[in-house]
């Protein structure tokens, strides 16, 4: 029976933003990250809802206007910027055999629309994957992870014009042209879903500015497909072979009861949060449900001539999802509410939750696995798996973070038995390998690492590394290429 090959890439992620800090050297521009804000002394609600609450324009003319930074963590991450080659000595040391990050637009084009690229920051990434080959380790590079340059909206309303589109590809080709053979993986987007859940992050829409919310989010989505197709194009053009994949986060969904339309509802949420969005990449098209979904929710978008043609040739060669919980569709609006990754769903009785009220489902990753290869045949890598947890700093420097391994090891398990029920599985890139700042609610108390960053939410801290005690499982679980998971 099939089990994990000896290519299998195990490894893990992080993202620019969360992770790189120095916001302002090497030629950066400021990017619309760099403006989310964070008050340490909020309460669990306050935290939740500024997850929820999306940019408005007074928040975004602050955050321009701000010198401390000490509210934008986002800013100064785990100074991943300064800190790479230690850091990449960690993981080498752990027997990673892939590393996946994100590129920041605005170390590249610090404006967006600049002439010419930032020397400086195309050298800091030559550097950065230099070094991940020399520590044997592939690289898995994501173009977007919600970030992009602040000029971009100011002066272009951001994925709202074409025209950045086009900014869009011409930083993606300068990136194949330049660093392309360093990297084994793209990824043009990241969570291309986000731009429905969290439209600030995935989209940089601000809503108060938006007289048809709705439409335009999904005119920014319809943007990002055509970026993403010629993206795809690009990457075959200048580098033969290129493998390029599309991501979703992926909402896992189970009926509530065996009510016929619970099940429907199910249906429904299924395609409209997840399959829409690789029915687009991977089978080229829009799919027929989403005419019945623009036509009641009165939502127009333009398209350019040319643009299904353009989405039908250039399709993705491997799909890529986050995985970390699953959800509970119901036609009840009563029924007990849980929290999630971008969006809240319901409670499901038979499962246990982090400590941030995600519900905690390995077997819900094989039924993914299998759900998405059986619609698709690609070849699936997870972009992202983890557990965001307080973990706990002891005196002796060691951190007993039992509760990841457990997690770890169960979807792991899963992950073995999708391979066996056929799903050409090719990687695993664990979230955030190294602590780094929350994306969701910007803290830097929701950590995810086998490593732990000595950081508060303020940004103090000796900013020094500290095994946890998931790194010397996860160590052994590579090792033994997924066999030993005690
Ligand atoms: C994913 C994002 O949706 O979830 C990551 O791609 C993010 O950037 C991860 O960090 C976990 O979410 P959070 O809010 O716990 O950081």
Known sequence: M???????????????????????????GLDTQDLRYFDASWDKTKRTENRNRNMTTQM?????KAKDITHYP??????????YKDDLALFEEMGMKIFRTSINWARIYPNG????????????????????????MKVFATILHYNIPVNLVTQYGGWKNRKVVDFYVRYAKTLFERVGKRVDYWLPFNEINCSRFNTYNGCCLIKDQEEDYES?????AHHQFIANALTIKAAHEILPGAMVGGMIARFTTYPATCKPDDVMQMILDDNYRNYFYTDIMARGKYPEYAQRMFAESNIHIHKEPGDDEILAKNTVDFLSFSYYMSMISTTDPNYEKASGNLVSGSKNP???SSDWGWQIDPVGLRISLNQMYDRYQLPIFIGENGIGAHDVLESDGSIHDTYRIEYLREHVKQMKEAIKDGVNLIGYTMWGIIDIVSCGTIEMSKRYGVIYVDRDEEGKGTNKRYKKYSFEWYKKCIESNGEDLD
């Open 113 to 136: 629309d600049d002439k010419t690229p930032n020397e400086e920051g195309i050298q800091y990434y030559i550097n950065l994957f230099d070094e991940c080959h020399k520590r044997g």
């Open 2 to 28: 099939k089990n994990f090959t000896d290519e299998f890439l195990w490894g893990g992620a992080i993202a620019a933003s969360q992770a790189d800090g120095a916001y302002d050297e090497g030629g950066k």
């Open 350 to 352: 038979y499962l246990e």
């Open 216 to 220: 335009m989010i999904f005119q920014c």
């Open 60 to 64: 975004f003319e602050e955050a321009l």
């Open 74 to 83: 986002f800013r100064w991450g785990i100074d991943f910027y300064h800190t």
